[in-house]
């Protein structure tokens, strides 16, 4: 009988240290799984309407990258200038993205400005916008919160990056009704996807934690295409 007991006794222990392994498994396996969901914390939100939307890459391309920059932000001329040549060598320029620069303006009436100035070219000479991009982005001053953003600076970079610019037109488009239009239209978007960080980097609508982890952007983009084949 007493040796029966103990017999229950150890079956009881055995059992409830069981127990309370697989509870521990259960409990790290969940929070794994929420940590995962965290780091990859791609909302999932609707492709973009890209039209009237400065778009580089093919037109029919399966994966559609969207980038919310900020000519006033200085992790976006970093992001524009150490992730961005890599990105568009490796997806934009074989046909598996199209590229759209959205404009986001949290650095108040300079950004507002430089907005207009993208939009203007964009305007006027809508393959140009690119180079003109790269190069006002160039002009970011280190102690970037002083102010650099000025109408006289956008049309040097705007001559400096459109073929036989229109000077006269240029300075019209960025006064007018239609450029400012265009940049409520991005604020709109940056609105309707509640962007809150610049860069933010969005790939088919999930948008990315960290936009200079280019191996995760890789991989989202390398997941994308695999859906779509
Ligand atoms: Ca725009």
Redesign the pocket.
């Given at each position: 009988m007493a040796e029966h007991k103990k017999g229950n006794m150890k079956f009881i222990v055995l059992l409830t240290v069981f127990v309370i392994g697989l509870l521990t498994v259960l409990v790290v396996f969940n929070n794994k799984e929420k940590q995962e969901e965290v780091s990859e914390s791609t909302s999932e939100n609707e492709a973009i309407s890209t039209e009237?939307?400065?778009t580089l890459g093919d037109a029919d391309a399966p994966v559609q990258i969207v980038e919310f920059g900020d000519y006033k932000c200085p992790s976006c001329k970093a992001w524009s200038e150490q992730v961005y040549p890599q990105l568009k060598k490796d997806f934009i320029d074989t046909g598996d993205a199209q590229f759209t620069?959205?404009?986001v303006l949290f650095h108040g009436e300079e950004s507002f400005l430089a907005?207009k100035g993208?939009?203007a070219v964009?305007q006027l000479a809508p393959e140009s916008f690119w180079e003109f991009s790269k190069n006002l982005y160039a002009n970011q001053p280190e102690s970037h919160d002083e102010q650099w953003v000025t109408e006289e600076l956008l049309l040097e970079v705007a001559k400096e990056s459109v073929e036989g610019l229109d000077e006269e037109k240029f300075k019209e488009n960025l006064s007018s009704d239609a450029v400012e239009e265009?940049?409520n239209?991005?604020n709109g978007l940056v609105e309707q996807y509640d962007i809150q960080l610049t860069p933010t980097v969005m790939i088919n609508g999930r948008i990315l934690e960290n936009p200079f982890d280019y191996e995760k952007i890789k991989s989202v983009i390398e997941e994308e295409l695999e859906d779509r084949q």
């Amino acid at each position: 009988m007493a040796e029966h007991k103990k017999g229950n006794m150890k079956f009881i222990v055995l059992l409830t240290v069981f127990v309370i392994g697989l509870l521990t498994v259960l409990v790290v396996f969940n929070n794994k799984e929420k940590q995962e969901e965290v780091s990859e914390s791609t909302s999932e939100n609707e492709a973009i309407s890209t039209e009237n939307q400065p778009t580089l890459g093919d037109a029919d391309a399966p994966v559609q990258i969207v980038e919310f920059g900020d000519y006033k932000c200085p992790s976006c001329k970093a992001w524009s200038e150490q992730v961005y040549p890599q990105l568009k060598k490796d997806f934009i320029d074989t046909g598996d993205a199209q590229f759209t620069y959205v404009n986001v303006l949290f650095h108040g009436e300079e950004s507002f400005l430089a907005a207009k100035g993208g939009e203007a070219v964009y305007q006027l000479a809508p393959e140009s916008f690119w180079e003109f991009s790269k190069n006002l982005y160039a002009n970011q001053p280190e102690s970037h919160d002083e102010q650099w953003v000025t109408e006289e600076l956008l049309l040097e970079v705007a001559k400096e990056s459109v073929e036989g610019l229109d000077e006269e037109k240029f300075k019209e488009n960025l006064s007018s009704d239609a450029v400012e239009e265009a940049v409520n239209v991005d604020n709109g978007l940056v609105e309707q996807y509640d962007i809150q960080l610049t860069p933010t980097v969005m790939i088919n609508g999930r948008i990315l934690e960290n936009p200079f982890d280019y191996e995760k952007i890789k991989s989202v983009i390398e997941e994308e295409l695999e859906d779509r084949q």
